[in-house]
Protein backbone atom coordinates (compact mmCIF):
# COMPACT_ATOMS: atom_id res chain seq x y z
CA UNK A 1 0.00 0.00 0.00
CA UNK A 2 0.77 4.05 0.29
CA UNK A 3 0.52 4.39 3.29
CA UNK A 4 1.41 2.89 7.19
CA UNK A 5 -0.77 0.34 7.63
CA UNK A 6 -1.53 -0.73 11.39
CA UNK A 7 -3.62 -3.65 12.75
CA UNK A 8 -5.82 -3.83 14.65
CA UNK A 9 -7.30 -0.74 13.86
CA UNK A 10 -9.48 -1.68 17.56
CA UNK A 11 -8.62 -4.36 20.22
CA UNK A 12 -10.44 -4.74 23.28
CA UNK A 13 -8.84 -7.15 26.07
CA UNK A 14 -9.20 -7.74 29.56
CA UNK A 15 -6.58 -6.89 32.49
CA UNK A 16 -3.68 -9.30 32.33
CA UNK A 17 -4.29 -10.19 28.87
CA UNK A 18 -1.21 -10.33 25.92
CA UNK A 19 -1.05 -8.01 23.01
CA UNK A 20 0.32 -7.20 19.95
CA UNK A 21 -0.11 -4.77 17.84
CA UNK A 22 1.40 -4.27 13.94
CA UNK A 23 2.97 -1.77 11.63
CA UNK A 24 3.95 -2.13 7.91
CA UNK A 25 5.46 1.33 7.12
CA UNK A 26 6.13 2.94 4.18
CA UNK A 27 8.52 0.83 1.48
CA UNK A 28 11.53 1.62 1.47
CA UNK A 29 11.27 3.68 5.06
CA UNK A 30 14.21 2.77 7.07
CA UNK A 31 13.22 4.29 10.14
CA UNK A 32 10.23 3.37 12.12
CA UNK A 33 8.72 4.61 15.33
CA UNK A 34 5.95 3.65 17.82
CA UNK A 35 3.95 6.50 19.90
CA UNK A 36 1.22 6.14 22.31
CA UNK A 37 -1.09 9.07 22.45
CA UNK A 38 -4.01 9.11 25.57
CA UNK A 39 -6.90 11.39 24.92
CA UNK A 40 -6.44 14.93 24.64
CA UNK A 41 -2.68 14.41 25.10
CA UNK A 42 0.60 14.76 21.83
CA UNK A 43 2.26 11.53 20.97
CA UNK A 44 3.98 10.43 23.69
CA UNK A 45 7.47 8.82 21.93
CA UNK A 46 8.00 4.77 22.95
CA UNK A 47 10.54 3.13 20.84
CA UNK A 48 12.57 4.15 17.42
CA UNK A 49 14.20 1.74 15.09
CA UNK A 50 16.74 2.44 12.36
CA UNK A 51 16.74 -1.25 10.05
CA UNK A 52 16.20 -3.84 12.61
CA UNK A 53 17.75 -2.57 15.21
CA UNK A 54 16.29 -0.45 18.11
CA UNK A 55 18.19 2.62 17.94
CA UNK A 56 16.54 4.09 20.60
CA UNK A 57 13.95 2.40 23.24
CA UNK A 58 13.83 4.78 25.75
CA UNK A 59 10.57 5.71 25.77
CA UNK A 60 9.36 2.31 26.79
CA UNK A 61 7.50 2.74 29.93
CA UNK A 62 8.21 -0.67 31.56
CA UNK A 63 9.72 -3.68 30.87
CA UNK A 64 5.78 -5.19 30.15
CA UNK A 65 6.59 -3.61 26.58
CA UNK A 66 8.44 -4.67 24.01
CA UNK A 67 9.14 -4.04 20.02
CA UNK A 68 10.56 -5.96 17.07
CA UNK A 69 11.42 -5.59 13.56
CA UNK A 70 13.26 -8.56 12.78
CA UNK A 71 13.86 -7.71 8.68
CA UNK A 72 13.96 -4.29 9.14
CA UNK A 73 9.81 -3.42 7.87
CA UNK A 74 7.09 -4.85 9.67
CA UNK A 75 7.33 -3.95 13.55
CA UNK A 76 5.12 -5.67 16.26
CA UNK A 77 4.82 -4.04 19.21
CA UNK A 78 4.17 -6.37 22.41
CA UNK A 79 2.26 -5.99 25.56
CA UNK A 80 2.56 -8.03 28.63
CA UNK A 81 0.18 -8.36 31.46
CA UNK A 82 -1.73 -5.32 29.88
CA UNK A 83 -3.07 -2.88 32.26
CA UNK A 84 -5.99 -0.37 32.11
CA UNK A 85 -3.55 2.70 32.22
CA UNK A 86 -2.36 0.98 29.01
CA UNK A 87 -5.16 1.88 27.08
CA UNK A 88 -4.29 4.54 24.35
CA UNK A 89 -3.94 4.77 20.50
CA UNK A 90 -0.76 3.20 19.39
CA UNK A 91 0.64 5.21 16.56
CA UNK A 92 3.27 4.01 13.80
CA UNK A 93 5.32 5.86 11.29
CA UNK A 94 8.23 6.01 9.16
CA UNK A 95 10.42 8.07 7.39
CA UNK A 96 13.32 7.82 5.09
CA UNK A 97 16.53 7.02 6.89
CA UNK A 98 15.31 9.43 10.09
CA UNK A 99 17.40 12.87 10.18
CA UNK A 100 14.94 15.28 10.25
CA UNK A 101 12.47 14.84 7.95
CA UNK A 102 8.57 14.30 7.53
CA UNK A 103 6.93 11.34 9.55
CA UNK A 104 4.39 9.42 8.22
CA UNK A 105 1.59 7.77 10.64
CA UNK A 106 -0.57 4.91 10.65
CA UNK A 107 -4.23 5.68 11.25
CA UNK A 108 -3.18 3.87 14.63
CA UNK A 109 -4.53 1.10 16.78
CA UNK A 110 -7.10 1.69 19.56
CA UNK A 111 -6.18 -0.34 22.45
CA UNK A 112 -8.83 -0.65 25.06
CA UNK A 113 -7.82 -2.44 28.69
CA UNK A 114 -10.79 -3.32 30.56
CA UNK B 1 15.66 15.30 26.99
CA UNK B 2 13.73 17.83 25.02
CA UNK B 3 10.57 19.10 26.63
CA UNK B 4 7.83 21.26 24.59
CA UNK B 5 5.12 23.05 25.95
CA UNK B 6 2.28 24.43 23.73
CA UNK B 7 -0.25 26.79 23.57
CA UNK B 8 -3.61 27.04 23.88
CA UNK B 9 -4.89 23.51 24.48
CA UNK B 10 -8.41 24.97 22.98
CA UNK B 11 -8.67 27.81 20.55
CA UNK B 12 -11.73 28.91 19.10
CA UNK B 13 -12.22 31.51 16.25
CA UNK B 14 -14.62 32.70 13.43
CA UNK B 15 -13.89 32.14 10.19
CA UNK B 16 -12.12 34.28 7.96
CA UNK B 17 -10.07 35.04 11.53
CA UNK B 18 -6.13 34.07 12.24
CA UNK B 19 -5.57 32.33 14.58
CA UNK B 20 -1.82 31.15 15.95
CA UNK B 21 -0.58 28.49 18.07
CA UNK B 22 2.94 29.04 20.50
CA UNK B 23 5.42 26.34 21.23
CA UNK B 24 8.20 26.72 23.25
CA UNK B 25 11.03 24.13 23.86
CA UNK B 26 13.64 23.41 26.10
CA UNK B 27 16.98 22.17 24.32
CA UNK B 28 19.10 24.37 22.62
CA UNK B 29 20.20 21.77 20.39
CA UNK B 30 16.92 21.33 18.89
CA UNK B 31 16.81 22.14 15.09
CA UNK B 32 13.97 21.02 13.23
CA UNK B 33 10.34 22.00 14.29
CA UNK B 34 7.15 20.41 12.37
CA UNK B 35 4.23 20.92 12.63
CA UNK B 36 1.30 18.23 12.40
CA UNK B 37 -2.41 18.84 11.61
CA UNK B 38 -4.57 15.37 13.04
CA UNK B 39 -8.41 15.79 12.43
CA UNK B 40 -10.67 13.82 14.33
CA UNK B 41 -10.17 10.13 14.40
CA UNK B 42 -7.40 10.29 11.72
CA UNK B 43 -3.59 10.03 11.57
CA UNK B 44 -1.45 13.06 12.44
CA UNK B 45 -0.26 15.37 8.92
CA UNK B 46 2.93 17.10 8.42
CA UNK B 47 1.56 20.62 7.00
CA UNK B 48 4.50 22.45 7.49
CA UNK B 49 7.96 22.30 9.33
CA UNK B 50 10.63 25.20 9.46
CA UNK B 51 14.63 24.29 10.09
CA UNK B 52 16.71 26.33 12.50
CA UNK B 53 18.59 28.01 9.98
CA UNK B 54 15.46 30.05 9.21
CA UNK B 55 13.37 32.65 10.94
CA UNK B 56 10.00 32.22 9.03
CA UNK B 57 8.84 30.17 6.44
CA UNK B 58 5.44 30.37 4.53
CA UNK B 59 3.14 28.13 2.47
CA UNK B 60 -0.32 29.79 1.53
CA UNK B 61 -2.36 30.61 4.25
CA UNK B 62 -0.22 28.92 6.46
CA UNK B 63 3.34 30.29 8.45
CA UNK B 64 5.64 29.53 10.94
CA UNK B 65 7.86 31.40 12.58
CA UNK B 66 10.76 30.28 15.16
CA UNK B 67 13.16 32.48 17.74
CA UNK B 68 16.15 30.29 17.92
CA UNK B 69 17.24 32.65 20.98
CA UNK B 70 13.81 32.56 22.77
CA UNK B 71 13.47 28.97 21.89
CA UNK B 72 9.57 29.49 20.49
CA UNK B 73 8.25 28.92 17.46
CA UNK B 74 4.66 29.16 16.54
CA UNK B 75 2.25 28.64 13.69
CA UNK B 76 -0.02 31.22 12.16
CA UNK B 77 -2.95 30.49 9.72
CA UNK B 78 -4.88 33.09 8.30
CA UNK B 79 -8.08 33.55 6.51
CA UNK B 80 -9.81 30.09 8.88
CA UNK B 81 -11.78 28.03 7.15
CA UNK B 82 -14.24 25.36 9.04
CA UNK B 83 -11.61 22.59 7.27
CA UNK B 84 -8.91 24.29 9.54
CA UNK B 85 -11.14 22.66 12.42
CA UNK B 86 -8.80 20.06 13.54
CA UNK B 87 -5.86 19.44 16.12
CA UNK B 88 -2.69 20.54 15.47
CA UNK B 89 0.82 19.20 17.15
CA UNK B 90 4.21 21.17 17.85
CA UNK B 91 7.52 18.89 17.65
CA UNK B 92 11.01 19.66 18.01
CA UNK B 93 13.75 17.05 17.34
CA UNK B 94 17.67 17.49 16.13
CA UNK B 95 19.71 15.87 13.60
CA UNK B 96 22.05 13.70 13.86
CA UNK B 97 22.40 10.11 15.27
CA UNK B 98 18.33 8.90 15.90
CA UNK B 99 16.08 11.67 14.93
CA UNK B 100 13.11 11.35 17.68
CA UNK B 101 10.80 14.41 17.71
CA UNK B 102 9.10 15.40 20.95
CA UNK B 103 5.49 16.56 20.47
CA UNK B 104 3.46 19.23 22.58
CA UNK B 105 0.11 18.52 24.22
CA UNK B 106 -1.90 19.74 21.36
CA UNK B 107 -3.96 22.56 19.95
CA UNK B 108 -7.61 22.06 19.29
CA UNK B 109 -8.69 24.54 16.56
CA UNK B 110 -12.37 25.67 16.40
CA UNK B 111 -13.10 27.54 12.96
CA UNK B 112 -16.99 28.50 13.53
CA UNK B 113 -19.00 29.16 10.07
Known amino acids: GAGVSQTPSNKVTEKGKYVELRCDPI?????LYWYRQSLGQGPEFLIY????????DSGLPNDRFFAVRPEGSVSTLKIQRTERGDSAVYLC????????????FGEGSRLTVL | GENVEQHPSTLSVQEGDSAVIKCTYS??????FPWYKQELGKRPQLIIDIRSNVGEKKDQRIAVTLNKTAKHFSLHITETQPEDSAVYFC????????????FGRGTSLIVHP
Open chain 1, 93 to 104: ASSFEGHTGELF
Open chain 1, 49 to 56: FQGTGAAD
Open chain 2, 91 to 102: AASKSGGSYIPT
Open chain 1, 27 to 31: SGHTA
Open chain 2, 27 to 32: DSASNY
